[in-house]
C-alpha cells in the first residue's frame, strides 16, 4: 500500500521568503511518479510539478522545485520568492505505475504567504 | 480548450434521493477517476477507469456507482444519498501511465441532509 505523509497542517511564511513543505512516502513500489497540487480557495486542483522514481535530477517549474531524496523517501516542494498568491492549500500525491495507477495523497498543507 | 468538466458545481439534497453527478474531458484520455476530498484526510479515490467499459474500485466505493459507456464520459452515480457522502468531489482524467499528471474538473460541492 501507498502512504504520504505531510506533518504540516499549517504554514505562515513572509512575502518573499523562500518556503518548504515537507512530504514523506512510504510504497513497495519500484516506479512511481511524485506530484504537487495547489488547490487555492477557490477549490481547483492545479498541478505544480512532477518527480519520476528514476529521474536523478530534481524537477523544477519556473519558483517551483521539487528535493527528491530517494532514500529517506521524501519529496518537498520548494517555493522561492512567495508571493501572496501562493496562499492556498498544498497536496503531495504518488501514483504506482502498476496496478490501478491512482493518486494518493496526503493531508495537505495549507500555506498562508504574508505582506 | 483541454478540460475536464463536471455538473452541477454545488448540489442541496435529501437523504435517499438518487443523484448523478456527470463528468466529461474533451482529451481523449483512456484513465478517468472520481475522488472526494474531506477535510484532513485529503483526497480519496472512489472509483476509476482505465477505459469504456473497465471500470474498479478505489478505496472508498460503497454508496457510489459508475459507468463508462463513452470514453469521454464517467457519471457518478449515488443510488440512495446519505449524510456521510457530504463532501467536496472531483472527477479527474489523465492518459494511461503515471508519469502523466491527473487532470481535474472543478469539483462538485454536495450536501445531503
Known amino acids: 500500500a501507498q502512504k504520504i505523509t505531510q506533518t504540516q497542517p499549517g504554514m505562515f511564511v513572509q512575502e518573499k521568503e523562500a518556503v518548504t513543505l515537507d512530504c514523506t512516502y512510504d510504497?513497495?513500489?519500484?516506479?512511481?511518479?511524485l506530484f504537487w497540487y495547489k488547490q487555492p480557495s477557490s477549490g481547483e486542483m492545479i498541478f505544480l510539478i512532477y518527480?519520476?522514481?528514476?529521474?536523478?535530477q530534481n524537477a523544477t517549474e519556473g519558483r517551483y522545485s521539487l528535493n527528491f531524496q530517494k532514500a529517506r523517501k521524501s519529496a518537498n516542494l520548494v517555493i522561492s520568492a512567495s508571493q501572496l498568491g501562493d496562499s492556498a492549500m498544498y497536496f503531495c500525491?504518488?501514483?504506482?505505475?502498476?496496478?490501478?495507477?491512482?493518486?494518493?495523497f496526503g493531508q495537505g498543507t495549507r500555506l498562508t504567504i504574508n505582506p | 480548450e483541454a478540460q475536464v468538466t463536471q455538473n452541477p458545481r454545488y448540489l442541496i439534497t435529501v437523504t435517499g434521493k438518487k443523484l448523478t453527478v456527470t463528468c466529461s474531458q474533451n482529451?481523449?484520455?483512456?484513465?478517468m477517476s472520481w475522488y472526494r476530498q474531506d477535510p484532513g484526510l485529503g483526497l480519496r479515490q472512489i472509483y476509476y477507469?482505465?477505459?469504456?467499459?473497465?471500470?474498479d474500485k478505489g478505496d472508498v466505493p460503497e454508496g457510489y456507482k459508475v459507468s463508462r459507456k463513452e470514453k469521454r464520459n464517467f457519471p457518478l452515480i449515488l443510488e440512495s444519498p446519505s449524510p456521510n457522502q457530504t463532501s467536496l468531489y472531483f472527477c479527474?482524467?489523465?492518459?494511461?501511465?503515471?508519469?502523466?499528471?491527473?487532470?481535474f474538473g472543478p469539483g462538485t460541492r454536495l450536501t445531503v441532509t
Open positions: 482529451m481523449n484520455h483512456e484513465y
Open positions: 479527474a482524467s489523465s492518459p494511461w501511465g503515471a508519469n502523466h499528471e491527473q487532470y
Open positions: 510504497t513497495s513500489d519500484q516506479s512511481y511518479g
Open positions: 500525491a504518488m501514483r504506482a505505475f502498476q496496478g490501478a495507477q491512482k493518486l494518493v
Open positions: 518527480q519520476g522514481s528514476y529521474d536523478e
Open positions: 477507469s482505465m477505459n469504456v467499459e473497465v471500470t
